[in-house]
């Protein structure tokens, strides 16, 4: 049975799209995903037990492990819904939007693209590449008009103008590289699963609260509905049947203002629960509105329905009345995504000294991220949780070291902003190192072993607060780490020797570089 690869496949339409194709009994379902706030494994919960499923915890900025899933599950398709996605957020942190949605596509491609070239005749000629974009790479419209796949590319946040650099790197891919790529644009989404930050989910959560309802500016501010369900058997039709090298535009036919999503919502909602005092609508306020809100979209889907013979199912009157059925009877899920997502329902987007500062990427790029089999490395995504009371990372498990890697000590260092530490190498120890952040450090491996199969292979990648993560580092294998935050950051090492320290008898098994004239082991 053939193997899709998604990438998001614990987010909202990510979720949506691998139950769907579970259910439909089609292929064998890879997912990764980086579990941030608006991602959950209860989202995948009632497909947990299929045998179809694989899950990995981690995010599409890590080439390495991208290509090592598709290689091992022998992918013959890629879905990349992993996105940041809300629009106020990208206001507050915009760097957060460059990290996973450029940069992490731009992985996620060359690891894609890699991939691609290994597969035999037939294995290509049914490879897909499908980026999952918004219409809000559009720009807005005026009262009349809609977004066709011709209209030229005007994006007016953070969150859009970061979306349509990667629909542009993957078109780039295609026309460069002979990558099978398929681009859709959808408008905006709701239904099940949706995090309660959007619009639909907060309104619903806000008024069963009995709490104030925002709404943007007058609240006439246009866009089209469509359902999930409906999103995701368009993308199932673009994946079977789609033309390679095009873009296809997803609609719902349903055009209405925020306040009249609002008040229908409102409407739904005294129905559904006539306990309520006072109607829902006397809740709503008209709130400042959002920094360069576009006033309208609006999808024209001629192209996918004449080509693929798609179009919406779901009318709004009865998709929003199932989807507040849903929430109804599934508060608790609401509660536990709020909760772990560290969200309260406030208001996003008023940008901050404190948010702006955690948008400076620092010199986190001034190198490119490598990756290059070592023999010997391995790299493990670490589990990270976050709610109200702090956080918590899992550190290392003895279940996934063998027995000679056993920790025989373990210490955490601090290291200020742009220190470095190394490059050095050990003779008979194997370090474990676990990168916790704050902020992120750059990791350095150089195969300095002669006769390896891997030798002169190079290691750089990110780690730290946007990608948990550790690393077994083998003897013979140079390694270095640098801050490249603007905060001091917290490493911890778990190696399988004692170490010989300060003030401890014997040798230290270490070879040092960092003094060495002309060494080759350069840390940027």
């Not at 037939?122 to 590449?129: G, H």
């Not at 409407?267 to 306020?285: F, G, W």
């Not at 990648?461 to 001091?488: C, D, Q, T, W």
Request: aromatic share 10%; charged share 20%; hydrophobic share 35%.
């Amino acid at each position: 049975m053939r193997s899709i690869f998604v990438t998001g496949g614990s987010g909202f339409i990510g979720s949506q799209f691998v139950r769907q194709t579970i259910a439909a009994n089609r292929l064998n379902v890879v997912v990764l995903d980086a579990l941030t706030y608006a991602g959950s494994r209860a989202n995948l919960a009632e497909i947990a037990d299929s045998e179809r499923l694989h899950f990995y915890q981690g995010s599409i900025t890590d080439r390495h492990l991208v290509a090592r899933l598709l290689a091992e599950h022998h992918c013959t398709s890629v879905i990349n819904f992993a996105a940041e996605t809300h629009v106020d957020r990208s206001i507050g942190r915009p760097g957060d939007f460059v990290r996973t949605n450029v940069m992490g596509t731009f992985e996620l491609l060359e690891a894609s693209l890699r991939h691609f070239e290994s597969l035999d005749a037939s294995d290509k000629a049914s490879f897909r590449f499908l980026h999952v974009s918004t219409d809000e790479v559009y720009g807005q419209l005026g009262a009349t008009g809609y977004f066709t796949e011709e209209t030229s590319y005007a994006p007016s946040s953070p969150y859009s103008a970061s979306k349509a650099s990667s629909d542009h790197f993957v078109r780039a891919y295609f026309h460069t590289y002979g990558l099978p790529t398929v681009i859709t644009n959808c408008s905006n989404n709701y239904g099940p699963f949706q995090f309660p930050e959007k619009l639909i989910p907060l309104i619903i959560r806000k008024a069963l609260n009995r709490e104030p309802l925002p709404v943007y500016g007058n609240g006439t501010n246009v866009r089209d509905w469509l359902h999930v369900e409906d999103h995701c058997r368009a993308l199932q039709a673009v994946l079977d049947n789609g033309r390679v090298g095009e873009t296809y535009n997803i609609g719902g036919d349903c055009e209405l203002s925020n306040i009249e999503v609002v008040t229908r919502i409102c409407s739904v909602v005294d129905q559904l629960c006539p306990q309520l005092k006072h109607p829902s609508s006397s809740l709503i306020r008209y709130v400042t509105d959002r920094p360069g809100h576009d006033f309208r979209y609006g999808i024209d889907h001629s192209k996918i329905t004449r080509e693929l013979g798609w179009k919406p199912q779901i009318t709004f009157e009865s998709g929003i009345a199932k989807t507040i059925r849903w929430y109804l009877s599934h508060m608790e899920w609401a509660s536990e995504v709020m909760r772990a997502g560290s969200y309260s329902l406030e208001r996003l987007g008023l940008r901050s000294d404190a948010s702006a500062e955690s948008t400076d990427l620092g010199d986190r790029h001034t190198e490119e991220d490598l990756y290059q089999d070592i023999e010997g490395v391995s790299i493990i995504p670490r589990n990270f949780y976050k709610d109200k009371r702090g956080w918590l990372i899992e550190l290392f498990r003895n279940d996934e070291l063998d027995s000679s890697l056993q920790p025989q000590m373990a210490y955490l260092s601090e290291t200020s902003p742009g220190v470095t530490r190394g490059p050095h190498e050990h003779v008979d120890q194997t370090d474990y190192f676990a990168f916790i952040g704050p902020g992120d450090f750059r990791l350095y491996l150089w195969d300095a072993r002669p006769g390896s199969p891997t030798e002169g292979n190079r290691i750089v990648r990110l780690m730290g607060e946007s990608n948990p993560a550790a690393v077994i580092i083998p003897p013979g294998v140079v390694h270095a780490y640098k801050n490249v935050s603007m905060k001091p950051g917290h490493v911890f090492n778990a190696p399988n020797q004692l170490f010989a320290g300060y003030g401890k008898t014997g040798s230290v098994d270490e070879i040092r570089h960092e003094d060495v004239e002309n060494s080759p082991y350069i840390v940027l």
